[in-house]
C-alpha cells in the first residue's frame, strides 16, 4: 500500500520494528514424529512459498511491547469512564476467574450433551433468570451483540407476521435511538420511519399514531431513552402500536436503569434485548465482546433462533428449532465465556442486588446533573434515571467552544470524556452515565473538572480548543486519516 | 465563469447547464456545512437518474451527505480528480469541484430550479 | 456482593443536594407501569459464587486436549501464557470502542498491528478489527458483494460449513437474494456446476479453505470461473492453515473472512470467538465494522484513530454498511498477540506440526480394518473416514475410554452415514495418536 506521511514522531514503535529474525517468544514442544516435507503431505503450488511476514520477539519484548501500549489507555479500571449508553460499570475481577475455570473454557461445542451437563445447565438457568429480570417468557442466549439482537429479534417479528398471513413492510424508530435501531431494520430489509421526539425529549403519543399503520410491523422504543429519561407514556404507546397490529421492541441498553425496578414485559412490550456487557458487567473488551440475549413473549417463542437448551429426565440437552424458528444466527450456541459472567453477575447480586444497582446507577446520575446544575444546561432537565444529558451551546455561542473541546480537554483531567454529539437532537450534547459503581467522591472531582473547564472556556478559551494537553498525543488529524487510510503497515 | 448562469436546488446543488448537458456540483454554502470532505462516492456513468434522486454520497469524517440529482438524466462523466483530492471541493466547490456530468432527459425541469440570488436568499433563511 | 459504594452517610448527602426525600421519589415511573418483584435466587458471596460456579464447571466432563479429536469449526490449539495475561489486562478490558484516541492508543495501535498482522496471513491488502464470528463474517462478507456488483444471487459452496450456510440462509431469508448451495463432488465444490451456474447475475462465490469435511479446495479453477463472470471470490478460512497454505491474496480472492479462534481463543463452547475480515483496497469503503487507521496528531506525532466511520451505523444509520456496533477486540488482540507469539518461523512449524500430525493420524486410522479415507484428497489437519459401524456408537465407545471422537458427518448430512471427520492439530503427539488409533480398533471391533 502506499504512504503518503512518515509515521513523525512515536509512542511505541510497532511489532514489526521490534521484531528481530531468529527471536521467539514461543517455542512449541518438538514433535516426536520423523520430520517429512509438506510437499509429501499436499501438493506443492499449496505450499505457501513464503512465510507469512510475522515479527518475531522475544517472550520479554512481546510483553513489554503489549504493556506499553496497555499504559497508554484509559479503562474502567484507571479512570473514571462516563461514557453515556455504554453503561461503563465496574467488571468483578471473579468473573475472569470463573469464565477461566477449564470445565468451562475448554469446552468444545460440539461435546456432547453428556459432557456439557455443567454449561447447559448454567445456560438453562440464566436463560430463565433473564426471563424474570425482563419479563418475559423465553430468551435466546445467541445473539453476539446488542445490534445483533435487534436484527435477531426483527427478523422473528418479520416472520410473525408473515405467519399470521399479513405480512408486514414498516419499522418505526425514534429520531433519539441508537443508529444500530435503523442499520438492523434495514438489514432485515424493513422501510424505516423516524418519528421525531417531543420537547421533552419522548416519545409523542401524537407523532406517532401518525405513522403507526397496518403496515407498521415494529415500533422499536429505548426506554429510559437516550436522554436517561423514563418514557411516561410507554403503557399508551405499546397498546397503540398493538391496537394497529404492530409489536414493539425495547431496545435495552438503557437496562440498568430499571433493574428490579420495572419489567419490559410489563410495559406492554413484545420483544427486548438485554446489552450484557452493560447491564450485567460483561467487560467491554476495548469494543467487545459482549452479548445481546433478546426476550420474547409468549407469541413470538415459535420463531426464536435455534438452537435453544432444555431439561428433562436425562438431564439438559441442545434442542432442535422448530419450524417457524428464524434458523441459526451465528455458528453454535453463542457468546458462552461472556454469559457465564452474566450468570455469575445475577447470582452474586440477588433480586435486592440488582435494585441496588439500578437505585445507585439513578442516584449517581442525579446526584451529578445536581452538582453541574448552573454550569451547563441540561438538554431536558427533570429527574433523569441512569443519565442524562448536558449541553455545551452556550459555550459554542459565546466562546465557540464545543462539546468535543470538552471531551479532549476532561481527558487531561484523568476522565474519559462523556459520550458527545449523540443523541442527535440535542445540540452539542454531552451524554453523562456514572454507573452505580463510582463513589460519590469521584462524582464530586469529575463535576470539578468540569466546573474548572467552563471557567476555562471564558479565560483560557484556546487552550480547551486545542486539548488534550497531557495525554500521550495531541488531538489526532482525522481528516487526513479518513483521505489517506493507512491501514496496515 | 457565469456564476449567475447556475441553477441551485433547495438541498444546495447547483447545475450548469450547457446545451443538453448539465454539470452538477454542492454550493459554498453547502461545502461550508459538510467541513473538511475526505470521501466522494461518485455515480456510475452510464447511470439513469430522475430529478431528486440520491446520486453521490459527499463525506466529512464524522457525517455522509447524500447528493440529489437536480435534474434528470443520465450520467456522462463523473470528476476523477475527487478521488484522489477530495478537498478539491472545499478549495473549489463551483469550479474544480464539480461532481459529475449529466446528459439532460428534459432541460425544461432546470426552470424549477432557483437562481443565485432566490438560492442565497433562501439559503440565509435556513441557515442553522 | 453488590458492587455499589453508596453508604448510608452517602445516600443521605446527595439526597439533600438533589432535594429529595428518598431515591424511589427519583424515579418518574408513571403509577400505571406495574413495579417488578423479582424472583432470583439469593444473593451469594464471593467465596459461595466462586464455590458454586466450580460446581457448575465440573460437572462438564473435561477431556485431556490431546485425548480429543475433534474440530469441525472449533479446534484445539496451545495458546501461550501471555495471551490470556494480556488479553486479561484491564487497560484494554475495560475500556471502550476507542472513540476517544487520545485517551485509547494502545487499544488503537494494537488493532492497526491485528489489521496488519491478518493481512500478512492472509496475502490481503486490508482487515477491519473484528465481527462475531466466522458465520457472521461470511454474512457480511455476503452483503459487501451484493452491494460492489448490484446482483441478486449468491453462490455457497456445500463444503462451507453448515452452521455458516444456515447464517447466510437467516441472514438473507427475508430478502429477494437467492441463495444456491453448490454440491460437492468427491468432497470439494463441483466444478461442473460452477461453471453452469456462475453467470452475470451472481454476486459471489463463497467457499471454505480448508473445506468443512477438511479438504483443500481447486481455488484457481473457482477464481477463474468467478472472475469470469465478474461476481466476487469470497473464502473462508482457517487462520492456522495460512502458516503452510498458499494465502489466499494470492489465488485471487476479493474477500477473506474465516473463524479466528484457532488463533489461541478458548473452545468455550462456542464463544466469543472471532470474525475475520480482510479484503482487496478497492473494496475499503464498503468494509464492516470497526478500522483502525495511523495518522499524526497537532504535533506531528504518529497516532492512530477508528477511521472510515461514515461506513458505520452510529453515522449512516439506516444506510451503514453493516448494523454491527460491538466486536470482538479482545479477541483480536488476543488472536495478534498469538500470531507475535509465534512469529514468521514459528507459525509455519505450528502448520506444519498440524500438517503432520493430522496425516499421521490419519494413516494410523486407515490402517484399522474397515477404516478408510473418505474422498482421498489434500487435507491440512483434519480429514473424513469411513468407519465400519455408526460413528455415535464409536464416539460412545470412545468416551467410555476418555476420548472425545470426531464428528459423525450425518449430523451435517444424511447420505454420509459412516462417515466421520477426525481433527488433530499440534497438541496431539505421537503417542496420543497411536492410543486413539488403538481405542479407535477395539470400538470398531464389536459391531
Redesign the interface.
Known amino acids: 500500500m502506499e504512504k503518503k506521511h512518515s509515521p513523525g514522531r512515536i509512542l511505541e514503535p510497532l511489532l514489526k520494528d521490534l521484531g528481530q529474525d531468529g527471536r521467539r517468544a514461543f517455542q512449541l514442544p518438538k514433535t516426536d514424529l520423523p520430520a517429512v516435507a509438506p510437499e509429501t503431505q499436499i501438493p506443492s503450488d499449496w505450499v505457501r512459498s513464503k512465510p507469512a511476514a510475522l515479527p518475531e520477539l522475544s517472550e520479554r519484548d512481546l510483553v513489554k511491547h503489549f504493556m506499553r501500549l496497555a499504559h497508554l489507555n484509559f479503562s474502567v479500571e484507571t479512570n473514571f469512564y462516563p461514557l453515556g449508553s455504554c453503561t461503563m460499570k465496574y467488571n468483578p475481577r471473579v468473573h475472569e476467574e470463573i469464565a477461566g475455570l477449564s470445565g468451562f473454557a475448554q469446552l468444545h461445542p460440539y461435546a456432547p450433551d453428556s459432557l456439557s451437563q455443567g454449561t447447559l445447565q448454567l445456560l438453562f438457568e440464566l436463560e430463565r433468570m433473564l426471563a424474570e429480570v425482563l419479563g418475559m417468557d423465553a430468551v435466546t442466549l445467541q445473539p453476539a451483540a446488542g445490534a445483533h439482537g435487534e436484527f435477531t429479534a426483527l427478523l422473528m417479528a418479520r416472520a410473525y407476521h408473515e405467519a399470521q398471513g399479513r405480512p408486514r413492510k414498516k419499522v418505526v424508530v425514534t429520531d433519539s435511538s441508537h443508529g444500530t435501531n435503523p442499520a438492523s431494520a434495514a438489514l432485515c430489509g424493513f422501510d424505516v420511519v423516524e418519528v421525531k421526539s417531543n420537547a421533552r425529549g419522548r416519545v409523542s403519543l401524537e407523532s406517532l399514531a401518525s405513522v403507526v399503520d397496518h403496515d407498521t410491523a415494529v415500533f422499536m422504543m429505548t426506554n429510559p431513552n437516550t436522554l436517561g429519561l423514563f418514557e411516561e407514556e410507554v403503557m399508551k404507546v405499546t397498546q397503540l402500536v398493538h391496537d394497529k397490529g404492530g409489536l414493539v421492541y425495547m431496545d435495552g441498553a438503557n437496562m440498568n436503569a430499571l433493574l428490579g425496578q420495572v419489567r419490559p414485559g410489563d410495559m406492554g412490550f413484545d420483544m427486548v434485548h438485554v446489552n450484557i456487557h452493560k447491564t450485567f458487567s460483561i467487560p467491554h473488551g476495548s469494543g467487545g465482546p459482549g452479548g445481546g440475549p433478546v426476550g420474547v413473549k409468549a407469541h413470538l417463542k415459535p420463531f426464536l433462533p435455534a438452537p435453544m437448551v432444555a431439561s428433562g429426565s436425562a438431564g439438559y440437552r441442545l434442542e432442535s428449532p422448530g419450524p417457524q424458528s428464524i434458523g441459526r444466527v451465528r455458528s453454535f450456541f453463542g457468546n458462552v465465556g461472556a454469559l457465564v459472567r452474566a450468570y455469575a453477575y445475577i447470582r452474586s447480586l440477588g433480586t435486592d442486588g440488582l435494585k441496588q444497582v439500578s437505585e445507585g446507577a439513578i442516584l449517581n446520575a442525579n446526584y451529578l446533573k445536581e452538582l453541574l446544575r448552573g454550569i451547563y444546561p441540561i438538554a431536558v432537565d427533570e429527574s433523569c434515571m441512569h443519565e442524562f444529558i448536558a449541553s455545551a451551546k452556550e459555550m459554542k455561542a459565546s466562546q465557540g467552544i464545543k462539546a468535543m473541546d470538552i471531551a479532549k480537554r476532561l481527558l487531561d483531567y484523568g476522565f474519559y470524556a462523556p459520550t458527545i ?1 449523540f443523541p442527535l437532537i440535542v445540540e452539542e450534547a454531552l451524554m453523562i452515565e456514572p454507573s452505580e459503581t463510582e463513589s460519590r467522591q469521584t462524582l464530586e472531582s469529575f463535576a470539578d473538572a468540569l466546573a474548572k473547564i467552563k471557567h476555562e472556556s471564558e479565560e483560557t478559551p484556546e487552550r480547551l480548543r486545542t486539548a488534550p494537553h497531557r495525554m500521550p498525543v495531541s488531538r489526532l488529524d ?2 487526513q ?3 489517506e487510510p493507512n491501514l496496515r503497515w | 465563469m457565469d456564476l449567475n448562469g447556475l441553477k441551485y436546488t433547495k438541498t444546495h446543488e447547483w447545475l450548469r447547464v450547457e446545451g443538453q448537458l448539465g454539470i452538477v456540483g454542492i454550493t459554498q454554502h453547502a461545502q461550508e456545512e459538510i467541513s ?1 470532505v ?2 466522494v ?1 461518485l455515480p456510475k456513468v452510464g447511470k439513469m437518474v430522475s430529478q431528486g434522486e440520491e446520486t453521490a454520497v459527499v ?6 451527505f447524500s447528493i440529489y440529482a437536480p435534474i434528470s438524466g443520465t450520467i456522462t462523466t463523473v470528476n476523477e480528480s475527487l478521488s484522489k483530492d ?2 478539491l471541493i472545499n478549495r473549489s466547490p463551483l469550479e474544480q469541484g464539480w461532481i459529475y456530468k449529466i446528459e439532460l432527459r428534459d432541460p425544461a425541469e432546470a426552470k424549477a430550479l432557483m437562481d443565485a440570488p432566490a438560492y442565497e436568499a433562501w439559503a440565509k433563511g435556513n441557515k442553522h | 456482593m453488590d458492587y455499589v459504594p453508596i453508604t448510608d452517610h452517602d445516600r443521605e448527602v446527595m439526597l439533600e443536594k438533589i432535594g429529595v426525600s428518598s431515591v424511589q421519589n427519583l424515579l418518574n415511573i408513571p403509577r400505571d407501569v406495574p413495579r417488578a418483584r423479582l424472583q432470583l435466587p439469593p444473593p451469594l458471596s464471593e467465596p459461595e459464587l466462586l464455590d458454586l460456579c466450580r460446581q457448575i464447571a465440573l460437572s462438564n466432563r473435561s477431556i485431556d486436549p490431546k485425548r480429543s479429536f475433534l474440530g469441525a469449526g472449533a479446534y484445539s490449539h496451545y495458546a501461550p501464557s501471555i495471551v490470556r495475561y494480556i488479553a486479561s489486562r484491564g487497560e484494554f478490558l475495560t475500556a471502550y470502542t476507542p472513540y476517544q484516541p487520545e485517551a485509547s492508543q494502545g487499544t488503537l495501535q494494537a488493532m492497526y498491528e491485528f489489521q496488519s498482522l491478518l493481512c500478512e496471513l492472509t496475502g490481503m491488502d486490508v482487515a477491519n478489527c473484528s465481527l462475531y464470528d466466522g458465520a457472521t463474517a461470511v454474512a457480511e462478507a455476503c452483503l459487501v458483494a451484493l452491494r460492489e456488483t448490484d446482483r441478486k444471487k449468491l453462490i455457497l459452496s456445500s463444503g462451507l460449513h453448515p452452521e455458516y450456510r444456515q447464517t447466510v440462509r437467516t441472514y438473507f431469508q427475508h430478502s429477494d437474494i437467492e441463495v444456491i448451495e453448490a454440491p460437492l463432488q468427491s468432497g470439494t465444490t463441483d466444478l461442473d456446476f460452477l461453471n453452469s451456474s456462475v453467470n452475470s447475475e451472481v454476486a459471489a462465490v463463497v467457499v471454505q479453505v480448508p473445506n468443512a469435511l477438511g479438504l483443500l479446495e481447486p481455488v484457481d479453477a473457482i477464481e477463474k470461473t468467478t472472475h469470469a463472470k465478474g461476481a466476487l471470490f469470497i473464502t473462508s478460512v482457517n487462520p492456522v492453515s495460512l502458516g503452510i497454505l498458499k494465502p489466499p491474496g494470492e489465488y485471487g480472492a476479493d474477500i477473506v473472512v474465516g473463524e479466528g479462534q484457532p488463533l489461541g481463543i478458548d473452545a468455550a463452547y462456542g464463544g466469543p470467538y472471532l470474525g475475520l475480515f480482510a479484503c482487496r483496497q478497492t473494496l475499503v ?1 464498503k468494509m464492516p465494522g470497526r478500522v483502525v487507521g495511523m495518522t499524526r496528531d497537532a504535533h506531528g506525532r504518529r497516532g492512530f484513530v477508528l477511521t472510515l ?2 461506513r458505520e451505523q452510529h ?2 444509520r439506516a ?1 451503514a454498511t453493516s448494523n454491527i456496533c460491538t466486536n470482538e477486540a479482545m479477541m483480536a488482540l488476543a488472536a495478534a498477540v498469538y500470531m507475535a507469539s509465534h512469529g514468521q518461523q514459528g507459525f509455519r512449524e505450528l502448520a506444519e506440526q498440524n500438517l503432520r500430525k493430522a496425516h499421521y493420524a490419519c494413516e494410523q486410522l486407515s490402517k484399522i480394518p474397515g477404516v478408510s479415507p473418505m474422498f482421498g484428497k489434500p487435507f491440512f489437519n483434519e480429514f473424513a473416514l469411513e468407519v465400519p459401524i455408526d460413528p455415535e456408537t464409536l464416539n460412545r465407545r470412545l468416551e467410555a475410554k476418555g476420548f472425545l471422537g470426531g464428528l459423525p458427518l450425518a449430523r451435517w448430512d444424511a447420505q454420509w452415514k459412516r462417515g466421520w471427520l477426525v481433527c488433530a492439530t499440534e497438541v496431539q503427539t505421537k503417542e496420543s495418536i497411536d492410543a486413539f488409533a488403538q481405542a479407535v480398533a477395539e470400538s470398531c471391533k464389536d459391531r
Request: positive net charge.
Open positions: 454529539c482525522e481528516v486519516a479518513a483521505r | 473538511d475526505v470521501f462516492e463525506e466529512s469524517v464524522k457525517a455522509a477530495p478537498g | 469503503r466511520q461514515t453515522i449512516r444506510k
